[in-house]
T-cell receptor
């Protein structure tokens, strides 16, 4: 089946920089997308979500952008902090009531 | 505190010795699911349950069983574990339906099969 993928397995940034984590999805019918953060030794934690009828959504220091034309999802983290170091997963839902399909993850490393 | 609790968190076992990983959630969620996480493969769904007594296969169900006799519990059973089931396992739950798909994850159970 179709799956969500990520452009880069790792991303290294300096503290205070803005980070952009990218994700490409292949199912143009997907109606819902989520970003998760997974810290070492922990389960994934919800960061932010976006529906397919939106192209941008902002949270606290995070913004998710959805470009349905090229089937691309991105997570922007403003003023990245060492505590942001983690693996970030995007996930898509093909339609309401179906399971989330996860990408393989991008490891974000933030150096001081 | 709303949470998904898995036990055990760490387990080393031998091939063929039946084991059960328990999962319990206190959020009254209808939907529960098991995932395994392997390097380079991300999170893959093993089984899921829409509600009590309703279970279905995910992407990688071979070698696993589940049951959903109560709403809060969703144990994962490995009848005859094999080394290829060495992995990090996550249980997750969410409200079924509604406008969001947010899954709440447990802390994970790291299983090693020798």
């Amino acid at each position: 089946g179709e799956s969500v993928g990520l452009h880069l397995p790792t991303l290294s940034v300096q503290e205070g920089d803005n980070s952009i984590i990218n994700c490409a999805y292949s199912n143009s019918a997907s109606d819902y997308f989520i970003w998760y953060k997974q810290e070492s030794g922990k389960g994934p934690q919800f960061i932010i979500d976006i529906r397919s009828n939106m192209d941008k959504r902002q949270g606290q220091r995070v913004t998710v952008l959805l470009n349905k034309t090229v089937k691309h999802l991105s997570l922007q983290i403003a003023a990245t902090q060492p505590g942001d170091s983690a693996v970030y997963f995007c996930a898509e839902r093909w339609k309401a009531g179906t399971a989330l399909i996860f990408g393989k993850g991008t490891t974000l490393s933030v150096s001081s | 505190e709303a949470q998904v609790t898995q036990n055990p968190r760490y387990l080393i076992t031998v091939t063929g010795k039946k084991l059960t990983v328990t999962c319990s959630q206190n959020m009254n969620h209808e939907y529960m699911s098991w995932y395994r996480q392997d390097p380079g493969l991300g999170l893959r769904q093993i089984y899921y349950s829409m509600n009590v007594e309703v279970t279905d296969k995910g992407d990688v169900p071979e070698g696993y069983k589940v049951s959903r006799k109560e709403k809060r519990n969703f144990p994962l059973i490995l009848e005859s574990p094999s080394p290829n089931q060495t992995s990090l396992y996550f249980c997750a739950s969410k409200q079924y339906g509604g406008n969001t798909g947010e899954l709440f994850f447990g802390e994970g159970s790291r299983l090693t099969v020798l």
